[in-house]
């Protein structure tokens, strides 16, 4: 069985790396040329390999380095056309000019094809050159794709461990019956929730019985708590809180900023210099204050990489001050950027995954305290082995990393979101660098964001018997045994 290798390299490199896998189905072939390699009558692409009898299901993973020339830096997209379908992104890179730059993805097909072309293209209509090198593709079955993971789940998420018996002499004690059970989870699963729990114990108690983790929905945005300047409210906030006290649940804090400009205070939006600058501070000082050493993550910047609102008014390094005051004000948590559209594809070019590891590091070489990496999950169809290659290249920044929305898009039946929220939940749970998962599924009697996981009578839905599915094979179920003549019993258990 081929092991996955997440090898990720996020540094301009003077010389190619070698092609992962030796090269997979690409080690003996040679790139098409001259530089451009016609496919159809219409269309001409540059450079180009051609792929024979790729099968329907199989997971392929794709790498190769990229230089150009005829500009400083390009967005760089792989994509893949068949027969019958053009799969638009299947891998994506921001290249430099002189030196050598990792692109690492892959792509599932809907169906077989005899006959593929995977090809390079700059993102808008420059006229650069494109080399690549060490070009590397690597199918995986299903079956060999699952055992990758079982892989990662034995040796991340489990330990062997030994006891050793004695009675109160020290005497072991052969033969003496154990029974061991799991009483918490090291591994943060949980989920959105809003107002709607408050009040509701069938609710509370569903929640509590699978979930470690909690994050608001909208209850703590700047809109929900300051809806007038001035009229700071967190009374729903701090119910919400009560109830996370009480089940010693963990809890993110979301959001102190979203860039969108739709979702901020409708007074916001008309304050600018000195008075939004003022406005921010109050912000950031009465929500960290309030809420000292409660909440251990914090979304500072919420889609940053998609809107400026904030940074459109109060300059570049707008999001530079709001990091360092959080910091301040709350050593303790761990402050994240928030963003969607970086695992789910790479067709969105405001997210790639390039831009995301430049923006955290343009804020870290600023001195600030970014720790953590927060990657939303809105999907409709996951693309796993792209899922897998960015969380790679995200892995490289050595920060804890965490799916913090997860959930399928509501344009799919209930049956299709649970098939794929399966996919997702084991992609990030397996993956070695994935430190925590919140689904976005906070219960509302007019329907969830996109998915729900019960209906109002807390029936499970197809997704919620995929979580609960997953919850208990994600736990060490009850053990029970004897020990042996040296008085010691050993098992292999979830981390918890």
């Not at 559209?341 to 590091?361: A, F, K, P």
């Amino acid at each position: 069985r081929p092991l996955y290798d997440f090898t990720a390299y996020t540094e301009c490199k003077e010389s190619p790396e070698k092609p992962l896998y030796d090269g997979g189905m690409l080690r003996k072939q040679s790139l098409k040329n001259p530089s451009w390699v016609a496919y159809s009558e219409t269309s001409f692409y540059t450079p180009a390999f051609i792929l024979h009898n790729l099968t329907q299901g199989t997971i392929y993973c794709f790498s190769i380095w990229v230089k150009i020339e005829g500009a400083n830096s390009a967005d760089i997209r792989a994509s893949l056309e068949t027969e019958n379908e053009l799969y638009d992104c299947v891998g994506s890179v921001t290249a430099k000019q002189g030196c050598w730059s990792f692109l690492k993805g892959g792509f599932v097909l809907d169906s077989s094809s005899n006959l593929s072309l995977l090809f390079f293209q700059n993102s808008d209509d420059r006229d650069i050159n494109i080399a690549v090198a060490s070009a590397s593709l690597q199918p995986f079955t299903e079956h060999q794709w699952r055992f990758n993971q079982q892989y990662i789940i034995n040796t991340e998420r489990k330990r062997a461990v030994t006891m050793h018996v004695t009675n109160g002499h020290g005497d072991i004690l052969q033969g003496a019956v154990i029974k061991i059970k799991q009483v918490s989870k090291d591994f943060p699963l949980g989920s959105a929730i809003a107002s709607t729990i408050l009040g509701n114990l069938p609710y509370q108690k569903w929640f509590v019985k699978r979930f470690n983790a909690a994050v608001f929905e909208n209850e703590l945005k700047w809109y929900a708590t300051e809806a007038e300047q001035g009229k700071v409210n967190y009374t729903v906030a701090d119910q919400m809180m009560e109830f996370v006290r009480a089940n010693k649940l963990i809890v993110r804090g979301h959001n102190i900023f979203w860039e969108n400009p739709k979702y901020n205070p409708t007074w916001v939006r008309n304050l600018t210099g000195f008075q939004l600058q003022s406005a921010v501070n109050s912000r950031i000082q009465s929500l960290m204050n309030k809420y000292k050493e409660e909440f251990i993550h914090w979304d500072v910047s919420n889609e940053i990489l998609h809107f400026d609102f904030y940074e459109q008014r109060l300059g570049p390094k707008a999001a530079l001050h709001f990091f360092q005051t959080a910091h301040q004000s709350d050593p303790l948590a761990t402050l994240f950027m928030n963003e969607y559209n970086v695992v789910e594809t790479c067709s969105d070019v405001n997210s790639m995954v390039d831009s995301y590891i430049s923006r955290l590091r343009e804020l870290r070489r600023s001195g600030v305290s970014t720790d953590g990496i927060g990657l939303q999950g809105h999907f409709t169809v996951p693309n796993l082995p792209l899922m897998r290659a960015i969380i790679d290249k995200m892995t490289t920044l050595k920060l804890p990393i965490w799916l913090t929305e997860v959930d399928i898009s509501s344009k799919l039946s209930k049956e299709k979101q649970a098939v794929y929220l399966e996919q997702v939940l084991r992609e990030g749970f397996s993956h070695p660098s994935v430190s925590g998962i919140m689904l976005w599924a906070a219960l509302h009697p007019n329907g969830c964001y996109q998915m729900c996981l019960t209906d109002n009578n807390l029936q499970n839905l197809p997704a919620g018997d995929v979580v609960d599915k997953l919850l208990k094979e994600c736990q060490t179920g009850e053990v029970t045994g004897h020990t042996d003549a040296h008085g010691s019993y050993s098992f292999y258990g979830f981390l918890g």
